[in-house]
């Protein structure tokens, strides 16, 4: 056989190579009919972790770090803070502070079990009134509170010689800050304004 005609039998074969991986869908480069991603195609494994990273910072931001601006304080009236922090709060604040979660399965496992909160006020005052960007004159009221939390501290450590460490009398203390505004002064909320009267 010639060097041309194995060089032609040699080009034949590399084409028809090309079109039936190009026409089986299986090989991304070469696809002609509809739109390709190229190699974002290849699908890549995400940790479940990371995607509850995230549902977990929205969950945070939208409950938790935003200050709710209430109306003026009535003069004779009662002073109080808003509701004292949720079991879901304290929890996770005491996750950020000490986590358990993201453990490996089989070789390492840190649980929380049989959990006690006790919450208590340990202060409760309110600022002389200042000027906030973009709120305008306002008063914070702070309340601060100390959140003790009893559990039962279970780690399962499966490698090199499998046992269990079980704290029956773990206790955790957190202090959580509550801060809200109170507007100063005669307030427009613009309820009930309608149009002007002629």
């Known amino acids: 056989m010639s060097r041309s005609k194995q060089f032609t039998m040699a080009t034949i074969a590399t084409l028809f190579a090309i079109t039936s991986l190009s026409t089986t869908g299986c090989f991304w480069g070469l696809t002609s009919l509809g739109p390709s991603l190229g190699p974002f195609a290849v699908p890549v494994p995400v940790s479940p972790l990371l995607s509850k990273k995230k549902e977990d910072a929205f969950w945070q931001h939208e409950r ?23 079991d879901d709060e304290v929890m996770r604040a005491l996750e950020k502070a000490r986590p358990v979660q993201g453990g490996i399965p089989f070789l390492h496992e840190h649980s929380r079990n049989n959990v006690r909160i006790v919450k208590e006020k340990i202060a409760d005052y309110i600022d002389p009134p200042r000027v906030y960007p973009m709120i305008g004159p306002a008063q914070q009221h702070h309340a601060h509170y100390k959140c003790t939390i009893y559990y039962e501290d279970v780690r399962r450590i499966g490698w090199p010689v499998p046992h269990t460490l079980r704290d029956e009398d773990a206790r955790e203390v957190i202090y959580v800050d509550h801060n809200h505004l109170h507007m100063v002064g005669n307030v427009d909320t613009g309820e009930g304004a309608g149009p002007p009267v002629q």
Not at 64 to 86: C, H, K, M, N, T
Request: glycine fraction near 14%; proline fraction near 17%; aromatic fraction near 4%.
């Open 64 to 86: 938790y770090d935003r200050v709710p601006i209430l109306g003026p304080i009535q003069s004779g009236g009662e002073i109080a803070a808003l509701d004292p922090p949720s």
